[in-house]
């Protein structure tokens, strides 16, 4: 059974810093992209950061870049987000996805609030 599991949102104040985890299970972690999105109330989901199955050449959304980092544990089949310098606008339900070609796995989701 596929699971993804986000864990490490919650409550935290403007400027301040929050790493969110993703624990991926089921299927083959190193062989996916991962990515991470993020999605507020009443709008679209919208892609943070990617990172290649290989750990290469990352991506990230305009609004976010310079302010966090993808990264990946192959061996523990765990993709990172830690994100700095937070603003209220980053507040959002953090997702974490696996793609692969036509293949695409989705995390429940952790809830992030920056707020004072």
């Known amino acids: 059974q596929v699971q993804l599991v986000e864990s490490g949102g919650g409550l935290v104040q403007p400027g301040r810093s929050l790493k969110l985890s993703c624990a991926a299970s089921g299927f083959v972690f190193s062989s996916y992209a991962m990515s991470w999105y993020r999605q507020v109330p009443g709008k679209a989901r919208e892609l943070v950061a990617t990172i290649p199955s290989t750990g290469g050449s990352t991506n990230y959304a305009d609004s976010m870049k310079g302010r966090c980092t993808i990264s990946r544990d192959n061996a523990k089949n765990t993709v990172y987000l830690q994100m700095n310098s937070l603003k209220p606008e980053d507040t959002a339900v953090y997702y974490c996805?696996?793609?692969?070609?036509?293949?695409?796995?989705w995390g429940k989701g952790t809830l992030v609030t920056v707020s004072s």
């Open positions: 996805n696996a793609g692969r070609g036509f293949v695409d796995y």
